[in-house]
């Protein structure tokens, strides 16, 4: 099917333990991008990527990794999960022929929670 | 750096009408509006390009001051549906990240 789709969408893990979150989109959009949900801090940006090999930090990137060696690929990995990172996390893409004048297609998200 | 929405949240009737308020401290290429129900991923609303082109939605509008970096997002006539939290995203022409607000809770009410 066409879109953006995150796997898993449940997951509980225990902490220290290294996860990864899976982001891939079927329309070769460029611009890809990953935000973490709470309650009060709305969506908070942690990396972003232009294109493949081309990755960059957002606002809160400590304890998170990422890679993008495909487009169509955007993973992301907590390396040692903390408590702190229970949350909602979100993929987005954005095609990027013109820039940011188009939308945001987003994922339907990831529950993360961390024992 | 995370753009400012104003309120945190808003109660309405049916029929009442609210503005958002979203600022930014640097100069911006585009803004964007989405809006989220409860367990679900964000829906587009509209997007504001510097230079004054809108695209999106045909019943919500919205402003987008410029020399401010400054923008507003106008609910008409509320209606049930409007019921969500709105964010606005932007998104600067030196960079390719889309930075989101907080959100502003929007309760309408019969």
């Known amino acids: 099917d066409a879109g953006i789709t995150q796997s898993p969408r449940y997951k509980i893990t225990e902490t220290g333990r290294q996860v990864t979150l899976m982001c891939h989109q079927t329309w070769s959009h460029s611009y890809m991008f990953w935000y973490r949900q709470d309650l009060g801090h709305g969506l908070r940006l942690i990396y972003y990527?232009?294109?493949?090999?081309?990755?960059d930090k957002g606002e809160v990137p400590d304890g998170y990794v990422v890679s993008r060696s495909k487009t169509e690929n955007f993973p992301l990995t907590l390396e040692s999960a903390t408590r702190s990172q229970t949350s909602v996390y979100f993929c987005?893409?954005?095609?990027?022929?013109?820039?940011?004048?188009?939308?945001?297609?987003f994922g339907q998200g990831t529950r993360l929670t961390v024992v | 750096q995370q753009p400012v929405q104003s309120p945190q949240a808003v109660i309405l009737r049916e029929g009442e009408d609210a503005v958002i308020n979203c600022s930014s401290s640097?100069?911006?290429?585009?803004v964007h509006w989405y809006r989220q129900k409860h367990g679900e991923a964000p829906v587009f609303l509209m997007i504001l390009l510097k230079g004054g082109e809108q695209k999106g939605h045909e019943k919500i509008s919205a402003s987008f001051n410029e020399k401010k970096q400054q923008s507003s997002l106008y609910l008409t006539a509320s209606q049930l549906s409007y019921s969500g939290t709105y964010f606005c995203?932007?998104?600067?022409?030196?960079?390719?990240?889309?930075?989101f607000g907080a959100g502003t809770t929007v309760t309408v009410r019969a």
């Open positions: 995203g932007t998104a600067r022409s030196n960079d390719y990240k889309l930075s």
């Open positions: 987005a893409s954005i095609p990027g022929r013109t820039g940011f004048d188009t939308e945001a297609f």
């Open positions: 640097k100069a911006l290429y585009s």
């Open positions: 990527s232009a294109a493949a090999d081309i990755t």
